[in-house]
């Protein structure tokens, strides 16, 4: 049992940063999948930054090179740091594990935190 509790989220204005906090508690398989994904009422949830045990990492198009996936093992946390934010980028952001293949799609993943809101007016 994962248990991931997201927080950071809030209101920014257009090309602002903001860094999201994923707290990570449970048992972790040795090797493992960590992302962020967001959704809002109008789409479905969406994968935007992944990144593995190993070290490898995959980005959505729409966020490459504005958003940065990292995990700090020592505090159990995983961040997605956000910069120049857009208005499309607000929805509601939520931090998933899976213990396959890194991978941005939701259907890998079997741990959900509640999510937190980022709102980005232009």
């Known amino acids: 049992q994962v248990t991931l509790v997201e927080s950071g989220g809030g209101s920014m204005q257009a090309g602002g940063s903001l860094r999201l906090s994923c707290a990570i508690s449970g048992y972790k398989n040795i090797y493992y999948s960590m992302a962020w994904f967001r959704q809002t009422p109008e789409q479905e949830r969406e994968g935007v930054a992944a990144?593995?045990?190993?070290?490898?990492?995959t980005y959505a198009q729409v966020v490459e090179g504005r958003f940065t996936i990292s995990e700090d093992s020592a505090k159990n946390t995983l961040y997605l740091q956000m910069t120049n934010l857009k208005p499309e980028d607000t929805a509601m952001y939520y931090c998933?594990?899976?213990?396959?293949?890194?991978?941005?799609?939701?259907?890998?993943?079997?741990?959900w935190g509640q999510g937190t809101q980022v709102t980005v007016s232009s």
């Open positions: 998933a594990s899976s213990p396959h293949p890194l991978s941005l799609e939701s259907i890998w993943y079997n741990y």
């Open positions: 990144l593995d045990s190993n070290g490898k990492m």
